[in-house]
């Protein structure tokens, strides 16, 4: 079996939720025996430079990369906003990248085509033209859903406008898109029932992010002095907006009731004004090599999230290792965890800043919490289970298109 799939970035390295998705499916579909070949963007805001892709990585998924300037510009947003048309996906629409990927199809026949996320959908007339294999779509979130939440919540009127109308421009790209798609692959539960409603007549099923779990909780040893951390990219904007809402109106109130407990805060492009709080007890790290080093050395993992959709990819990783997690429900969505057996939900500051205190002054509640999420992390999360639930979904999608 062959696939080729087209990615918004070089995945590689796997740091942060989007990057990680793409490649355990990757590694998942080759360790099935599924050649996967990879087409990629190399944005300018997720720059890599050539000789620093992993080799193996390169040569496992015959990576082929095309540059792009994905900033955004003013001018362009301006004329795609009076034509009606998301720039939010008009700046994946690259000359370069349909000629390459036009040649790879007349090279190659493949069994499917994975689009990693709706960015890459400019590129379906293309396969269409030069293909007759089914089109997957892989939705790692609800994307007019994101700028519809940000905007309700924007007090700025112009901004509140504005996002108003990228988000129903998205509405109508995305709707478009996932009806023409041969199937489409949510990360969520939540996604895959509103992408049903979008799209009755195309095939769904769910796909979260699979994961190696280990086969014991990662213990810290801290006992009277626990870490509290948050990991996760901070250009992505529910990401932002859930950490500023945490330290301004969660942490003050967690101090107010123990001032032992360490923060530490880390993600890549970590804005200058959070940096410049380093401070006893409260540890801002910025990009860390590696995310479950990291995560391994917490008691307790924050994921403030206020707005968003898909799967958190953090929380996954989380439950993963075995960790104690504190999570709004909106962070919470789309895994089936319970609340107080594998997970602590908690909506407002006051709840958020006393499930923190509980579990910072109760190490047995932690163990027990962390015991119960790496169960549910080994029997949701499994890479194997998730990639031959995916292979099988494609297969009758193969299957559909050859009856009709």
Request: net charge neutral.
């Amino acid at each position: 079996m062959k696939a080729l799939i087209l990615c918004p970035r070089i995945p590689f390295p796997p740091d942060d939720g989007g990057s990680i998705a793409m490649v355990q499916l990757q590694k998942g579909l080759q360790e099935a025996g599924v050649r996967t070949d990879v087409l990629a963007f190399n944005t300018t805001k997720h720059y890599i430079s050539p000789s620093s892709i992993d080799a193996d990585y390169s040569a496992e998924t015959r990576l082929e990369t095309v540059d792009l300037d994905n900033r955004v510009k003013p001018i362009p947003a301006l004329i795609q906003l009076l034509k009606g048309e998301s720039y939010h996906i008009s700046r994946f629409d690259s000359p370069q990248f349909h000629h390459a990927l036009q040649r790879k199809l007349k090279e190659e026949q493949v069994d499917f085509v994975l689009l990693e996320s709706l960015s890459m959908a400019p590129y379906l007339p293309c396969i269409r033209a030069h293909s007759s294999s089914p089109v997957v779509l892989r939705a790692h979130n609800v994307e007019h859903q994101i700028w519809y939440k940000l905007a309700q919540k924007s007090r700025n009127p112009v901004r509140k406008a504005y996002l108003n109308i990228l988000s129903r421009q998205l509405r109508e790209f995305e709707c478009r898109i996932l009806n023409a798609v041969d199937g489409i692959a949510a990360i969520a539960e939540p996604d895959a029932s509103l992408f049903l409603q979008l799209a009755p007549q195309t095939p769904v099923c769910v796909i979260p992010t699979g994961l190696k779990v280990p086969p014991h909780p990662i213990e810290t040893g801290h006992s009277e002095f626990p870490v509290v951390a948050h990991l996760g990219a901070m250009n992505w904007m529910p990401n932002l907006e859930g950490i500023e809402w945490f330290l301004a109106k969660v942490w003050p109130k967690v101090l107010d009731k123990n001032q032992s407990i360490t923060l530490r805060l880390a993600g890549k492009h970590m804005p200058e004004k959070l940096l410049g709080m380093n401070k006893p007890g409260f540890e801002i790290r910025g990009f860390v090599d590696d995310a479950s080093a990291f995560l391994g050395q917490a008691d307790i993992l924050v994921v403030p999230l206020l707005s968003g959709s898909g799967m958190r990819i953090k929380i996954a990783e989380g439950m993963a290792l075995g960790k104690a997690i504190v999570t709004t429900r909106q962070g919470c969505e789309g895994i089936d965890a319970k609340n107080g057996r594998e997970i602590l939900l908690a909506d407002s500051p006051e709840d958020f800043a006393t499930c923190i205190l509980q579990l910072a002054e109760d190490q047995t509640l932690r163990r027990e919490l962390g015991s119960s999420a790496q169960q549910f992390a080994n029997e949701h999360f499994s890479s194997q289970k998730i990639t031959q639930d995916f292979i099988r979904f494609v297969q009758g999608l193969g299957l559909a298109k050859v009856g009709n």
